[in-house]
């Protein structure tokens, strides 16, 4: 880790703002004197090839999008001493501090920051892109109440290669707005962005989530098999409209979701014209549940005793080279 002061790649960090599993975050001085955003990989990480790639597609995806909402990547560097995606830095409060501070919001606050976060995850999705690692840490609102989507690490650009086994990977995303396609270790698509989506709203609406527990696996295999509570519930001020919304926007059942974070805007807009018996509604079936201890060990063995083989293999191909 780097301390204010420090000079890397020509850049004076400033200091940390985030440190996740996957990459550090420094807000730092250009040599110019501008403010920037410093991303480095996880330096313990950077001989995973799975986790090298995901960093290389991040700044693709960065590179490719124009949108007032997403911060603009301003360059890649990449040597022998300097591995960092320099990003345009926004002043402003997380929207996980907004919610803790303020939630439950005024519905008219609520409506206008989900119109602009649909709006921008419509159109990275125009541009074949899915976050899929929605959720108000990744949000920030600045002082105009404009928001601005970060952090596109676990992002999917369309086309690009699977760099991870469904099963032999770390599972994606965040637990609280995780979708169930994702809990299952599914790539997801546009819906999968939609589905936390949702959740943010729920959370802003109510100032709580659907699904809580006292770890990541309790909350996980809620989002697979519990059913969420009505917003109205905790705030009977909520328009139906908007609960029906909400509630659709995070079914269980893909199809039964909405297609598009388009759909979900237009009906969020339209709110007071709905009719609310013509959503369903009614609980769901729970999906497939967590792999079990069990099967985690079976998985696990099959995966090593395959890479035992391919090494064997391997040894086996170069001794009989070399002793042609």
Known sequence: MYKAGDMVCS???????ARGGFSQIYKASAPDGKLVILKFPEVSLLG???????????????????????????????????????????????LRTYISEKAP???????SLADQL??????????????????????IVGADRKIHILDFGSALLEGSRRVTWRWASNTFGTPDYMSPEQIQGKRGDSRTDVYALGMIVYEMLTGTLPFRGDNALSIMNQHLTAVPAPPRRFQPSIPPGVEAVVLKS?????????QSASAFRYDLQHFAELDVSQFRLEPEPAAG????????????????????????????VVYLVQHR
């Open 118 to 139: 649909a709006d921008t995850i419509e159109y990275l999705h125009a541009h074949g892109v899915y976050h899929r690692d929605l959720k108000p840490e990744n949000v």
């Open 11 to 17: 850049y004076k960090i400033l200091e940390l703002l």
């Open 105 to 111: 919001l005024p519905l008219d606050e609520v409506l």
């Open 48 to 94: 995973d090839l799975a986790t090298y790639e995901r960093f290389r597609r991040e700044v693709s995806i960065g590179q490719k999008l124009n949108h007032p909402a997403i911060p603009h990547a301003i360059t890649f560097r990449e040597g022998a001493d300097c591995v960092v995606l320099v990003l345009e830095y926004i002043e402003g409060m997380s």
């Open 289 to 316: 549940g967590l792999l079990t201890n069990r099967q985690i060990w079976l998985r696990s063995i099959v995966i090593f005793i395959a890479f035992l083989v391919i090494a064997a293999l391997i040894v086996l």
């Open 250 to 258: 995070i079914r269980r059942d893909t199809d039964q979701r909405y």
